[in-house]
């Protein structure tokens, strides 16, 4: 049977990509923040997972302002990397599951969240970022396979954390229901608190991010309790995406071990969190 085996979260920015590209992970601005991924680079390549679910949300490469899913899965044995800007060069596609993406679709709509399936799909930095964080040292071509989940955190209305809590519980239904064997990882990536554009361009409020991962780790319904406007408030109109870290904390049971966790700001514009959780008993 399928199994998640952890889950993961990270910020997926794009300077991070230039970071690495640059091979700046030693300069003094950066190392602490790289620092913070070895314990679960170390993890992974004990582990082995044979497939990672990317919770991202996409910036207009994919989906532009004109059609914008809340929810996209992508359903295709590959991905081809298209990243926009400032980030990594574009590397060798993705390689995907479709079988897999069909079964968890099958199985979501059951559950009545009415994904949008994408048979094409360009994946840019909120999926690239963290997967070329996490599989540093290797190519594309030797990373486990990967399934893209776009939300929608950019096009107003979004959906709310307690949407996206729900939508990690009908994915974990979903791979556990799954017959083939295989080790799945859960990664939730954007946020933390970051704004970059309009008059609080550059807000970072630590004290909330650190609330939020605490809250993550121990007590999810203090997030799907809160509104989408008081995130934005506290962590900045771009913070909204730490949202995306509930479909990861979701996927995972009630009370969860801490294997890592790890915090930088600002990086870029932003607060930084890793987490690395397994399900407790
Ligand atoms: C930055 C953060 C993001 O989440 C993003 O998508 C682009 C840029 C930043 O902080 O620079
Ligand atoms: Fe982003």
Same mark, same amino acid.
């Given at each position: 049977m399928a199994k998640i085996i952890g889950g993961l979260t990270t910020s997926h920015i794009p300077a991070i990509g230039n970071a690495m590209h640059g091979k700046l992970e030693q300069?003094?601005?950066?190392?602490?923040?790289?620092?913070?991924?070895?314990?679960?680079?170390?993890?992974? /390549? &004990?582990?082995?997972?044979?497939?990672?679910?990317?919770?991202?949300? @996409? $910036? !207009?490469?994919?989906?532009?302002?004109?059609?914008?899913?809340?929810?996209?899965?992508?359903?295709?044995?590959?991905?081809?990397?298209?990243?926009?800007?400032?980030?990594?060069?574009?590397?060798?596609?993705?390689?995907?599951?479709?079988?897999?993406?069909?079964?968890?679709?099958?199985?979501?709509?059951? /559950? &009545?969240?009415?994904?949008?399936?994408?048979?094409?799909?360009?994946? @840019? $930095? !909120?999926?690239?970022?963290?997967m070329n964080l996490f599989w540093r040292d290797k190519p594309a071509a030797n990373w486990p396979k990967a399934i893209p989940l776009a939300v929608n955190t950019v096009q107003h209305p979004l959906t709310s954390a307690k949407r996206c809590y729900d939508l990690g519980k009908s994915l974990r239904k979903a791979i556990d229901a799954y017959p083939e064997d295989m080790k799945v990882v859960v990664i939730g990536t954007g946020g933390l608190s970051h704004q970059l554009q309009g008059e609080r361009a550059g807000i970072i409020d630590v004290d909330f991010d650190l609330q939020c991962m605490d809250r993550i780790i121990n007590d999810p319904s203090w997030m799907t309790g809160l509104s989408n406007d008081y995130i934005m408030e506290k962590a900045g109109t771009e913070g909204i995406e730490v949202i995306m870290w509930m479909v990861m904390r979701g996927a995972l049971n009630d009370r969860v071990n801490v294997l890592h966790k790890h915090y930088h700001a600002p990086i870029s514009n932003t607060g930084a969190g890793v987490l690395l959780l397994t399900d407790a008993e």
């Open positions: 300069e003094p601005y950066w190392k602490r923040f790289f620092d913070g991924y070895e314990p679960v680079r170390q993890w992974l /390549d &004990e582990v082995q997972p044979d497939l990672a679910i990317v919770v991202y949300n @996409d $910036h !207009g490469l994919n989906f532009f302002l004109n059609q914008v899913p809340t929810f996209a899965l992508g359903c295709a044995d590959s991905y081809q990397n298209d990243d926009e800007g400032w980030g990594i060069p574009a590397s060798a596609d993705v390689k995907g599951d479709a079988e897999l993406s069909w079964h968890i679709a099958e199985s979501m709509i059951r /559950d &009545e969240f009415d994904i949008t399936t994408c048979q094409e799909m360009k994946v @840019d $930095h !909120g999926f690239m970022v963290p």
